[in-house]
T-cell receptor, first 111, second 118 residues
Framework: DGGITQSPKYLFRKEGQNVTLSCEQN?????MYWYRQDPGQGLRLIYY???????QKGDIAEGYSVSREKKESFPLTVTSAQKNPTAFYLC??????????FGDGTRLSIL | AQKVTQAQTEISVVEKEDVTLDCVYE???????LFWYKQPPSGELVFLIR??????QNEISGRYSWNFQKSTSSFNFTITASQVVDSAVYFC???????????????FGSGTRLQVQP
């Protein structure tokens, strides 16, 4: 079945460490997105990519970086510059303006 | 100002009750899309419905129904005869064209947590 796979499901980061969250889709969607969700809140857009080798900052891009070398993959790196990285991270893909399909999420915590 | 407002933070009902989740949005775009997503305790977001701004027909899907009213900028969601499995956080979202970036951004409301008691 087609879908979006996020890994790992749980991730722990030490102070000063960069970590990378994986997102892979086999839906043949051009657009991919990363969202951050904090407890009791909605989703906020971190980065998005409409085509391969192109991506744009969302509303809260500081402290994060992405790459889009392949259509299927859109990894998110949480850098040490992100001072409050503990959150639930969701990856999505779509053919605009169709609904976005979401992965199961990665829960990131600080050790 | 919030573009998508879900004023109800949490709602608790007893099984078989009907419940309506409110969503009010704000946009200057003439072509926009509205969505409802369900987030069960496991965390994934499940798509429920998409509505475009030119289609004000109300929609029913089983126990779910949606009332879209452009005049009041609302897109409310009703669950009839609620069940325990309906317990989740429900998000309303707006997709509009960002004139500065050219992207069609998706903005989420803060969500309504629905608890259905047996």
């Amino acid at each position: 079945d087609g879908g979006i796979t996020q890994s790992p499901k749980y991730l722990f980061r030490k102070e000063g460490q960069n970590v990378t969250l994986s997102c892979e889709q086999n839906l043949n969607h051009d657009a991919m997105y990363w969202y951050r969700q904090d407890p009791g809140q909605g989703l906020r857009l971190i980065y998005y990519s409409q085509i391969v080798n192109d991506f744009q900052k969302g509303d809260i891009a500081e402290g994060y970086s992405v790459s889009r070398e392949k259509k299927e993959s859109f990894p998110l790196t949480v850098t040490s510059a992100q001072k409050n990285p503990t959150a639930f991270y969701l990856c999505a893909s779509s053919i605009q303006p169709q609904p976005q399909h979401f992965g199961d999420g990665t829960r990131l915590s600080i050790l | 100002a919030q573009k998508v407002t879900q004023a109800q933070t949490e709602i608790s009902v007893v099984e078989k009750e009907d419940v309506t989740l409110d969503c009010v949005y704000e946009t200057r775009d003439t072509t926009y899309y509205l969505f409802w997503y369900k987030q069960p305790p496991s965390g994934e977001l499940v798509f429920l419905i998409r509505r475009n701004s030119f289609d004000e027909q109300n929609e029913i899907s089983g126990r779910y129904s949606w009332n879209f009213q452009k005049s009041t900028s609302s897109f409310n969601f009703t669950i009839t005869a609620s069940q325990v499995v309906d317990s989740a956080v429900y998000f309303c979202a707006l997709s509009e064209l960002d004139m500065d970036t050219g992207r069609r951004a998706l903005t989420f409301g803060s969500g309504t947590r629905l608890q259905v008691q047996p």
